[in-house]
């Protein structure tokens, strides 16, 4: 009994498969009418297997392309929101430059009295006593203390010239920043360096003279000339006093953004005189510029232990540690993010890819709609002109030879072919955006946390009046 209702099925659907009419009908507007890309009008209308496999490609497809309209619509709005929080980002980072601004911000990285105290230099009058009165005439008023005519730099490990910052390359192109500071005006680098040289020539291999040389040239924004001098005097001094022409070295390379052999040198400075405060308050600094937040505010806490008048200091830098912090933390979630959506992107292309593979399934199995005898009507004439025609190789089978075929767009190639799913414009979408929120945030921090950026946006402020002493 059931062998005989499987017979007469099939043979109604062969009926209803061989007559030339539509065999698929849609609501459209309040109205069935004929689906004129109908995928069920066969090529083999006799062939049942096919018709079942026709009905599977075209649930997915249609089934899919529905997830494709809904992924397009997370990754826009994931767009948007990466925007919004790339802008937020851009914003917060501007609380940085708050302990930068100010007058006196970056006083950790200058001169400081305690520094000139703890080298001890004799009286003037006691330099040149050996020698006599040193000479008044045009060439001491003009002379310059260059470190290098007055001891030799020699090689090896105890001069760091195995450091990048010390290659002649890097030396060729060193810069520092003058130290501004309304308490050294022009008279007090007129006497620093008036007794740098009258120091070096009557005591050329004293360790205080070629120190007092770095903070000179220090005083005068002249990396090439301060590195050689705080290096002699590195080398010259005895380990007790070597940590002070080291903290010269290295708050050098700081100051000039090679951080981590500024790291280097002013570690080696603390580990000559830990319980110097001014040597852990260095450190910290170049840390915190460094993005090494725990060890900096160990150090932080060790120059407040040792000597509780730098909090001031070490709480500027504390916030902007905090600050940092945060951003970077928020930096490395945008990323994350940006990666996040374009893997959305990758999935996306995929889904869209098989989606037209199980499409080109259905148009080889259905009859070309320019082939479809009951498309007869001006108005289906017409729907068919204004869909378009396409073209492509294809290779029968039994046949080893590729042949041309052209057809009309059906609606899902419509679909697929339209800006609402275009993977092109969507990586570009992507790219621009993603692109513009980086460019915008990175900038912004660049020019937040940059040493020379922030050097330069100091340097622009209303300069006071220059006192002397």
Sequence with gaps: MRVCQLAVAIGCLHVLLSCSASNHWVLKED?????????????EPQNLIAFLEQIRYNEYVERSYLDLLRKREQIVEHLRFSMRFGEDLAEQAKCAMDYYMLEKRMSYLKITPDQLKRINLPEQSDVNQPHGKSGTGTKQRTQEPVCSNYHKLSVGPATYDHLESFQPKVMDSAYVEREHDTNIGTATVELTRRFAVDGLQHHPASWKFHTLSSY???????????????????????PIFKDIPLLSLGTILFRMGRLIDADLILTAAVEHAPKVAENHV?????????HDFNRSLQHFDEAER??????????????????????????????????????EVKEFKKLKFHISQNHERLVQQQLPLGARRFLDSKSSNDDLHRRGQYCSTRTPNGSDEPVLFCDFYSDMQMRLESKDVDIDVLERDLKANTDAVIRQVST????????????????????KATKST
């Design 31 to 43: 109205e069935i009418t004929q689906k004129l890309d109908s995928p069920f009008h066969m090529r």
């Design 216 to 238: 000179y040239w220090r005083m005068r924004g002249n990396a090439r000339e301060a590195l050689p001098c705080a290096r002699l005097a590195a080398l010259l001094a005895p």
């Design 282 to 290: 260095v450190l910290a600094s170049a840390l915190a510029m460094k």
């Design 306 to 343: 040792l000597d509780p008048s730098t909090l001031p200091r070490t709480q500027q830098v504390r916030n902007f540690i905090s600050c940092l912090e945060n951003l970077t933390k928020k930096t490395s979630k945008m990323y994350s993010y940006v990666k996040y959506m374009k893997n």
């Design 444 to 463: 912004e921090i660049r020019k937040q946390f940059n040493l020379e950026q922030l050097k330069a946006a100091k340097a622009q402020m209303p300069a």
